[in-house]
């Protein structure tokens, strides 16, 4: 039987680093990083520890499975061949003899025994899912030193992005959010104060959506959905998310939605004389079917316990452009360009509908698989897919 701890473990960094990342000293980082997987800062409690050369980032996912597996080895090629990178040293070890073994990279498997320890890879001690972010992600750990800082925080500002998300999000914004990122972080600019600078542009683009300067409106909102994902990857890269950082960003996510759609259907009121009669119709199929979406996901979440998006591989490539703030924008952007605005607010209706529609359709089908069998994330290799 493994061994059971009341609390995390203790943490022991090896070694020292120049490399800083994402304006944090590697010690601090590493610090963080651990502190988020659920190890302490002392390793004098006989709680046991985590023992890490400081020149080694592992990946969240590995981190957390490291901190709850006692008694593993992580072993990884580096520079100096296969060598032994982490461990955690389990509360019967001699956490010195491990900080030992760790510091010389020793790989031998009789005198890791010795101290308790079993002998591991990266993938054979994490999972490759992510439930929270989404997506399947192979466990990685990166010498900094070889690898280069800059490299170093790209693999993880990769690891921070969700995999279920939207075109815009998926395909756009990763290059300049990582620079963003990277430019924030340098900086001590921190995750909330990007995310009330993205409050700042929802009122904009709201204000100049309503007056139907449509161009401006859209400067103003690409550029809150430009914050919107760089505020949650320098929260991820950092390890400075909060309860209130979630609520507000979360809160604003999910609300500003409908006044946009709003302030488009103003927009094209203020600026087209003979407005169609159909627009009313438009705006309240828009409100009622982001409302009705948001209940279908959910339901699906509360009864199954995870993102409908992920069910299945048709969900994943239905979430790249479902019926969210950004995949309409982007419909409504384009009949703009083309002189059509109140054509393009039936567009997002339209679209509105039938994405809805199929995953009302998903939500009963998946409650139907629920009857004989296990309804679970095609991400995990389950039966359900």
């Known amino acids: 039987m493994p061994e059971t701890q009341k609390s995390g473990p203790g943490l022991r960094l090896i070694g020292e680093s120049p490399i800083s990342l994402y304006g944090l000293p590697a010690a601090e980082w590493q610090r963080r990083a651990w502190a988020h997987a659920g190890a302490r800062g002392g390793d004098d ?52 003899a491990v900080a030992a073994l760790v510091a010389q990279g020793e790989a031998d498997e009789a005198l890791l025994a010795d101290q308790g320890l079993r002998p591991a890879s990266a993938a054979e001690i994490a999972g490759d899912y992510n439930q929270v972010l989404r997506k399947r992600e192979v466990p990685f ?3 900094m030193a070889a690898e280069g800082p800059r490299a170093t925080e790209r693999a993880f500002f990769r690891s921070a992005y969700k995999g279920a998300t939207d075109i815009v999000t998926k395909f756009a914004w990763p290059i300049p959010a990582f620079a963003a990122t990277r430019f924030c972080a340098a900086r001590g600019i921190t995750p909330n104060a990007v995310t009330a600078l993205s409050f700042v542009f929802v009122l904009l683009a709201m204000w100049f959506f309503w007056r139907g300067e449509w161009t401006a409106g859209f400067v103003s909102g690409w550029f809150m959905t430009f914050l919107d994902t760089v505020d949650g990857k320098l929260a991820r890269t950092t390890f400075t998310s909060s309860r209130w950082g979630n609520i507000f960003d979360h809160g604003i996510d999910q609300i500003h939605p409908p006044f946009w759609y709003w302030a488009w259907f103003e927009g094209i009121r203020a600026t087209t004389p003979n407005a169609p009669d159909w627009l009313d119709l438009a ?18 979440m509360r009864r199954f316990g995870f ?13 790249t452009v479902t ?16 002189g059509a605005a109140a054509e393009g607010l039936a567009a997002v209706a339209l679209w509105a509908v039938v994405c809805v529609g199929f995953h009302a359709v998903r939500l009963a089908m998946a409650f139907r698989v629920a009857r004989g069998g296990v309804v679970a994330s ?4 389950s039966a359900s897919k």
Do not use: K
Not at 323 to 338: D, S, T, Y
Not at 378 to 381: H, K, N, Q, R, V
């Open 45 to 96: 409690d006989g709680a046991g520890a985590i023992c890490i050369d400081i020149g080694w980032a592992l990946s969240a996912g590995l981190a957390s499975a490291l901190a709850a597996s006692p008694g593993a080895a992580l072993l990884a090629d580096g520079a100096q061949g296969r060598r032994l990178i982490a461990a955690h040293a389990p509360a019967s070890a001699d956490i010195g």
């Open 141 to 143: 750990a990166v010498e």
């Open 283 to 300: 705006l309240w199929t828009i409100l009622v079917f982001y409302l009705l979406g948001r209940l279908v996901e959910t339901v699906f």
């Open 307 to 319: 993102h409908m998006h992920i069910w299945r591989r048709i969900d994943y490539l239905m979430r």
């Open 323 to 338: 019926a969210r703030r950004n995949p309409n924008m982007l419909i409504f952007m384009v009949f703009c360009m083309f």
């Open 378 to 381: 095609w991400m995990i290799g």
